[in-house]
């Protein structure tokens, strides 16, 4: 069956490219008949968000000529913290565990805040610790991912996991992203003002969710892949923008 891929931007104050503020973006995988649905869910999903009322909404969908892949997703753990400092100590704890230097991480804690209030993601060389993707203020955006409702409720019922779009959503990225060979780990918080559960995630260690990652009421999110690819960025770049992807449990 074809499959089509349906993409979402919001923004505030006119388009990104304008200096809009981003308000939301959406991804999903969508078959020709179900595409009336898919729009709308993300129409649903840019109209309202605690960032604000988006005044500029881009939706687009074009069919996929790649076969899509199946991919398990990530072994997901919960880690309580009762504070923003030792929610960002842990992360940064977990992030030593993969490998990554101590001061590549610490310039990414001392540098996020240049990269938030983007649409996508940025990229984090492990070896000096610079931003390598030439995105600028847009990020780049893993795409062409979905996880079937259903088949996630099982999995969220099975591993005591809130049924939440967010999750789902944040586990297909993590997921799609720690599949390639080249991410060493990721980690983001929400840029939502409401939403202050964030992750570290890598193949090795899985989702990591961990509680207050970030105050309650800021809407700087961060989303950063920390990568090992000095072969070829392109290429990587290119696997998360197009590679179509199904989570499936
Ligand atoms: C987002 O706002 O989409 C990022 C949410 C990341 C954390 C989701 C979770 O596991 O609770």
């Not at 990104?16 to 991804?27: A, L, M, N, Y």
């Not at 020709?32 to 009322?53: C, F, I, M, P, Q």
């Not at 230097?101 to 070896?127: C, N, P």
Request: proline share 3%.
């Amino acid at each position: 069956e074809r499959y089509y891929s349906v993409r979402m931007r919001a923004a505030k104050n006119g388009p990104h490219e304008h200096g809009g503020k981003h308000i939301s973006g959406g991804e999903l995988l969508s078959t020709y008949s179900d595409l009336k649905n898919s729009v709308n869910a993300l129409l649903e999903k840019g109209l309202h968000h605690s960032r604000g009322t988006p005044d500029f909404m881009q939706i687009q969908f074009e069919s996929i000529h790649e076969p899509i892949k199946r991919i398990q997703p990530l072994h997901i753990d919960t880690n309580e913290a009762d504070t923003v400092e030792k929610g960002r100590k842990l992360s940064r704890l977990l992030l030593e565990k993969v490998g990554i230097e101590r001061q590549v991480i610490e310039k990414a804690f001392t540098e996020w805040t240049k990269y938030s209030g983007m649409r996508g993601a940025i990229l984090i060389d492990v070896h000096s610790g610079k931003r390598i993707d030439d995105r600028q203020e847009k990020g780049v955006r893993v795409s062409r991912i979905d996880w079937m409702k259903t088949n996630f409720e099982l999995w969220a019922d099975y591993f005591h996991v809130p049924k939440s779009t967010r999750i789902r959503e944040a586990l297909v990225i993590a997921t799609k992203v720690c599949a390639h060979p080249a991410t060493i780990a990721e980690l983001c918080w929400s840029d939502d003002p409401e939403y202050t559960t964030g992750y570290v995630a890598s193949k090795k260690l899985g989702y990591q969710r961990i509680t207050n990652l970030k105050e309650y009421g800021d809407e700087r999110g961060c989303r950063i892949f920390f990568v090992d690819c000095r072969k070829d960025l392109n290429a990587y770049i290119h696997y998360l923008e197009k590679q179509p992807v199904f989570i499936h449990w």
